[in-house]
């Protein structure tokens, strides 16, 4: 009797759906301890089952398959970890060494600076200035980081137990849903659907965030900065994110670049302008070319999102699941709106969160009949 009142009554399934929508939202905030570690596993595991596949074919038992998959996966994750961490302290100790060697400097550059802009405070620049240089701050930042990737370390045996289930269940779930529509072979197509878009999503952004972190660490190492290793890790996590993701990455290698410092006798150099123009010149080109032409050209326009719906996202699964859900902001509403594409009755939430609404879509708002 509802149903039948809400499709009569468009006002009335707006307000079930925000509501449902609403009821949701919390049971997702509520539940984050589990269900996080279940959407990083089920992440992996679409990533992981073409390797799996692969092995399969080449006449590998599949629990050796899937046992060998894990380890793959595993070692990835830990030496990424690992690398990550060391490279994070390398790098607050340089940033530590540089504010230091500048901070003797800072004076005369504020009452320059505070010249040029009359109507700036005397003294507040400076004050401006040497919070953001805080060592204190600085280094609970980089202690944040560090806790960050541990207390992750902590649930990846979690993660990698959910995901050895789900590279097993991979096989027998088409079926399973077949038994439950009662339609085999309608279930079967519209499972393999979603599991191929979202398959083919997650790999075309994981291979190019893998080319971008490794372009913009071979850039970083050949304009002669230290710690390129972990600007290649930066960029390739932070590609995930979009928008404000490269421009985060980009921040850690321009600052190196732009103020010069003798590490051995720790004494200031200068400040190389250009030299932090290149370097940011190369993460704009590296990110317009991959981002912006590379990508949506693998992904194909189906699979595009409105730059409102992409910022939406961040602000909204970052609030809900904190920097790992910020992280996975544009893969979990991509999966939502692939999910929804193929559901009837939510189909037109998918169109809502298209850049571009379908050719169909448009051919019935111009012809009703």
């Known amino acids: ?17 925000l509501a449902a929508a609403f009821i949701l939202t919390q049971g997702l905030r509520f539940a984050e301890p589990i269900l996080l570690p279940v959407a990083l596993a089920g992440f992996l595991a679409v990533i992981c089952l073409p390797l799996v596949y692969w092995l399969a074919r080449r006449r590998v038992p599949l629990n050796l398959a899937i046992l060998m998959t894990v380890l793959v996966a595993a070692g990835v994750f830990g ?8 490279q994070l302290q390398a790098l607050q100790t340089q940033i530590l060494l540089q504010i230091e060697a500048i901070r003797p400097h800072l004076d005369s550059w504020v009452q320059q600076i505070e010249s040029w802009v009359p109507f700036v405070g005397e003294g507040e620049l400076r004050e401006a200035i040497l919070s953001l240089l805080n060592v204190a701050t600085l280094t609970t930042l980089a202690t944040g980081a560090t ?6 370390l902590s649930s ?5 137990l959910i995901l050895v289930f789900a590279l097993g269940e991979a096989a027998v779930l088409p079926r399973k849903l077949s038994a439950i529509s009662g339609d ?6 519209r499972y393999r659907k979603i599991v191929d878009e979202v398959q083919g999503y997650l790999v075309i952004k994981t291979l190019v965030s893998l080319c971008t972190g490794v372009l913009l660490g071979l850039w970083t190492w050949m304009m002669g900065l230290d710690l390129p290793v972990l600007f290649g890790l930066i960029a390739f996590i932070l590609n995930y994110v979009p928008t404000i993701g490269s421009i985060i990455a980009s921040v850690p290698a ?10 051995v006798t720790s004494t200031f150099v200068g400040i190389d302008i250009q030299g932090a123009a290149i370097v940011g010149l190369g993460y704009v080109a590296v990110n317009l070319i991959l981002g912006n032409w590379i990508e949506p050209t ?8 409105s730059t409102l719906v992409v910022i939406l996202s961040l602000v909204f699964w970052g609030w809900l699941w904190g920097p790992v859900g910020a992280l996975l902001s ?13 559901t009837k009755d939510l189909r037109w939430i998918a169109v809502l969160i298209d850049k571009n609404p379908p050719e169909d879509a448009l051919v019935r708002s111009v012809n009703p009949s």
Do not use: H, W, Y
């Open 184 to 189: 085999a072979l309608a279930s079967d197509k």
């Open 298 to 305: 693998l992904q194909g326009r189906r699979l595009g999102m």
């Open 79 to 86: 030496l990424l970890i690992l690398v990550g961490s060391q």
């Open 1 to 17: 009797m509802v149903l039948d009142q809400s499709d009569q009554n468009p006002g009335l399934r707006f307000l079930i759906t």
């Open 330 to 342: 544009v893969p979990l509403t991509m999966v939502v709106k692939i999910m929804l594409e193929n």
């Open 156 to 160: 990846t045996f979690l993660v990698f």
């Open 147 to 152: 806790t960050l990737a541990l207390s992750f």
């Open 254 to 263: 321009i600052a190196l670049a732009l103020v010069q410092v003798d590490l």
